[in-house]
């Protein structure tokens, strides 16, 4: 026979490491992508949440300047709005590159955003230059209003799809973290038996040396 009881048992032993360490490096691997997806997808929502905060402060500002005319109080908080929403709509198209979903409803939110930004625009040159009147009637055709609406819109719909990611991975991740603690267990206790096992059989194939003492020389007498 090319292999003993207790060799074949070594072998099945060996191919059974294996699958399990092929098993938990899957589990750590795909654990670790899930606990990425859950952060990402936190960072994301939070992205929302300062790009929103960013384009009401714009609006702000521009409706404080309409009002009073000081440019000094609200005219920076208007420009510095208009920066920070596009650079965090930048930033949240490159965060979410790999939906096409979110990809569809941030240039929903980009062409609302434009058509607002638009309005404001036009209504502080206005200001600016002296025709007050026509900035108000601008506010008053509700364009502005209207493209914020189907901002939020667009966004809240953003939301619940970054919602939706976060329970699925986050419920992928709660069950591979015990499947790669499990599985690293199994590997560490079967490498263990495998290392018990071909340390008995060592012992069991060398030879004992048994020490009888020097050779008695008889003397006849």
Wanted: proline share 3%.
């Amino acid at each position: 026979m090319p292999f003993s009881r207790a060799g074949m048992v070594e072998w099945k032993l060996i191919a059974l490491s294996i699958l399990v360490t092929a098993g938990g490096w899957w589990a750590v691997r795909s654990h670790g992508a899930a606990t990425r997806e859950v952060g990402r997808t936190i960072a994301v929502r939070r992205e929302f949440f300062l790009f929103s905060r960013a384009v009401i402060d714009t609006q702000r500002g521009q409706r404080g300047y309409l009002l009073t005319g000081k440019e000094a109080d609200h005219l920076t908080p208007y420009h510095n709005g208009r920066v920070e929403s596009a650079d965090r709509l930048a930033r949240l198209k490159e965060m979410t590159a790999d939906s096409p979903y979110q990809a569809e409803r941030l240039h929903a939110v980009e062409t609302n955003l434009t058509d607002l930004f638009d309005e404001l625009a036009w209504t502080v040159n206005q200001v600016r230059t002296g025709m007050k009147p026509d900035a108000f009637r601008m506010v008053d055709t509700g364009r502005g209003e209207r493209a914020l609406k189907a901002m939020r819109v667009a966004i809240d719909q953003c939301i619940e799809e970054e919602d939706r990611r976060l329970i699925e991975w986050s419920d992928r991740a709660g069950w591979l973290k015990p499947a790669a603690l499990l599985s690293t267990g199994l590997t560490g206790l079967l490498f263990g038996i495998l290392a018990v096992s071909f340390y008995a059989r060592f012992r069991r194939r060398t030879p004992r040396t048994v020490y009888s003492g020097p050779l008695r020389r008889s003397t006849d007498r």
